[in-house]
Nanobody, 127 residues
Framework: QVQTVTSGGGSVQTGGSLRLSCVTS????????IGWFRQAPGQEREGVAA????????NYADSVKGRFTISQGSAENTVYLEMSNLKLEDTAMYSC????????????????????WGQGTQVTVSS
């Protein structure tokens, strides 16, 4: 099945940390763009971080730079999002996605169109 499966969300206080996991299936993981997105109620979906699995280059939204880290796991089909110093405005449903079932050309993965999605995981930050 072509999809992504996201896990690791939860409730934390401001300043806390969480690690989200994204497991992909049915796609060409190498030389692909894997991105993390979030959507808060009433707001548009926002791309927060992306990685090109062909070389490991990463891109981040300004709102999370220095606080979030995207990385590939030791398992070939896994990507993580390490979130630290969480803020109230980080509260959202987080999802991961892949640009394609197939390999893609590298570049700024955060600006690409994503076509392989799965369910999200809720992150709630409270004071």
């Amino acid at each position: 099945q072509v999809q992504t499966v996201t896990s690791g969300g939860g409730s934390v206080q401001t300043g806390g940390s969480l690690r989200l996991s994204c497991v992909t299936s049915g796609i060409k993981f190498s030389n692909n763009c894997i991105g993390w997105f979030r959507q808060a109620p009433g707001q548009e979906r926002e791309g927060v971080a992306a990685i090109f699995t062909g070389g490991g280059s990463t891109n981040y939204a300004d709102s999370v730079k220095g606080r979030f880290t995207i990385s590939q796991g030791s398992a070939e089909n896994t990507v993580y999002l390490e979130m630290s110093n969480l803020k109230l405005e980080d509260t959202a449903m987080y999802s991961c996605a892949a640009v394609s079932r197939w390999s893609v050309v590298g570049g700024n993965c955060l600006t690409r169109n994503y076509y392989v999605w799965g369910q999200g995981t809720q992150v709630t930050v409270s004071s």
